[in-house]
């Protein structure tokens, strides 16, 4: 089942994705007791999940939108932690001349900056010209979770979704070549970080894909287009940490919460490390395709004067 947050007057409601048709669940007179968004849905658990899919079975002409002239925000617009991991894939440490690391690394991506599959990435005017793509499946938690085991961890997993990292690398250069004392690198580290928390800088979407239509996370293409041009091709086989070791690891800190989002970060392809480098622009259109969950896809465009 593909769950959707409909954008709506009321700040957004969930719908399920059916191909080229979206059930609206604000439209059925049966769903009126559910949860109306899909934080909601995760939080009443799984017999909430399975009273939807039966009601999407059923779905009548009445409640039906088609997918293509309906807004979407994320899937879920209010997440209390979207945790973006990073140093993830091999390809990627090498192309970004970094090594591999002993465990996850990971922080915390700004959850104000959330926006849906359609809605504009605004290229900041304090840093507007580096400004680049970083496509990566991701899942979504569904129920409490906290210092799990890695063989726990995936009975957590509601689902799957993507995150495009959108990322302004201006101060790549310095984290990358930063020398001196701990604090001198910890700070440049953090400027990169802070790259990666504008506005508009985490799209997130189309749907979350319950676990049930992924028979498995480490089986899956990730596809970056930038303008219909292949950037980033990866299979999610190549992670250097599975999913449930990520989860864990990060679970002895944070208490995740139905509706958190987790990243597997970005494999190679980016655009700061091509040669020549290559950075999104107004105008641009950027995709990112995992096989079995969606396409998340936005344009680019200037912020307004």
């Known amino acids: 089942m593909k769950l959707v947050t409909i954008d709506a007057a009321d700040g957004g409601h969930a719908g399920v994705l059916l191909g080229e048709q979206v059930l609206d669940l604000a439209l059925l ?3 009126r ?6 934080k909601g849905i995760l939080q009443a658990g799984p017999e909430t999940l399975a009273q939807i899919r039966r009601l999407a079975d059923k779905a009548t002409a009445e409640a039906l939108l088609p997918a293509a ?3 979407f925000l994320a899937p879920v617009p209010d997440p209390s932690i979207v ?5 993830a894939y091999r390809a990627h440490l090498a192309e ?3 090594g591999a690391p002993k465990a996850p690394g990971g922080f915390l991506k700004n959850a104000a900056a959330i926006i849906g599959t359609g809605s504009p990435i605004v290229l900041p005017p ?11 499946f991701s899942c979504v938690i569904g129920r409490a979770c906290h210092n799990v085991t890695a063989a726990q ?9 993507i995150v495009n990292d959108v990322s302004a690398r201006d101060w790549v250069p310095g984290f990358l070549d930063a020398k001196g004392s701990p604090m001198e690198v910890s700070r440049a580290a953090g400027l990169n970080i802070l790259g990666k928390q504008f506005p508009t800088f985490c799209p997130i979407g189309p749907a979350l894909v319950t676990v049930d239509e992924v028979p498995d996370p480490h089986d899956l293409r990730l596809t970056t287009r930038l303008n219909g041009q292949v950037m980033q091709s990866a299979h999610t086989g190549d992670l250097i940490f599975r999913l449930a070791e990520t989860i864990a690891y990060f679970s002895r800190w944070y208490r995740f919460s139905p509706g958190d989002v987790i990243t597997t970060g970005s494999p190679d392809g980016v655009g700061y490390a091509r040669n020549p480098q290559v950075f999104m622009k107004h105008g641009d259109i950027v995709e990112v395709e995992v096989s079995r969950v969606g396409i998340l896809r936005n ?3 200037e912020a307004p004067k």
């Open 29 to 31: 007179r049966a769903a």
């Open 33 to 38: 007791s559910l949860p109306q968004s899909v």
């Open 69 to 71: 002239t309906t807004r």
């Open 83 to 87: 945790l973006s991991t990073g140093t």
């Open 96 to 98: 970004m001349k970094v």
């Open 126 to 136: 304090q840093a507007p010209d580096m400004v680049d793509y970083e496509g990566e």
């Open 153 to 161: 961890a995936m009975d957590f997993v509601a689902g799957y979704t």
């Open 299 to 301: 344009p680019v465009m």
